[in-house]
Nanobody, 124 residues
Framework: QAQVVESGGGLVQPGGSRRLSCVLTGGPYSFYKETIYTMEWYRQAPGERREFVARLAGDGTQRYAAPVKGRFTVSRDNETTVSLSMNNLKPEDTAVYYC??????????????WGQGTQVNVSS
């Protein structure tokens, strides 16, 4: 069973930076083994719907939500870890950030493998 663990959240002042990490565990899956279809970040603020933030596909393709373009960067740190670098943080970035991995096993997708989330608070 594929599992992800998010870390790196905390309190950040407006205009500051923070780097989140998403580590894939629980199975023999990695970018090198070509079993990761996508690793992606979503966030959810209190009273709001969970929204897409960024996505990194196994082929290296990146996608970002409009509110974070130019400020956030998703990158592959190693074969099982993806980070989300957040710069110029704003109060509206305050949310629980979740990572998800979609696994490709011989052409069959296993989706919605969510972590527990990590809280990011942007406040002065």
């Amino acid at each position: 069973q594929a599992q992800v663990v998010e870390s790196g959240g905390g309190l950040v002042q407006p205009g500051g930076s923070r780097r989140l990490s998403c580590v894939l565990t629980g199975g023999p899956y990695s970018f090198y083994k070509e079993t990761i279809y996508t690793m992606e970040w979503y966030r959810q603020a209190p009273g709001e719907r969970r929204e897409f933030v960024a996505r990194l596909a196994g082929d290296g393709t990146q996608r970002y939500a409009a509110p974070v373009k130019g400020r956030f960067t998703v990158s592959r740190d190693n074969e099982t870890t993806v980070s989300l670098s957040m710069n110029n943080l704003k109060p509206e970035d305050t949310a629980v950030y979740y990572c998800n991995v979609d696994i490709d096993v011989n052409g069959i997708l296993y989706t919605d493998n969510w972590g527990q989330g990590t809280q990011v608070n942007v406040s002065s």
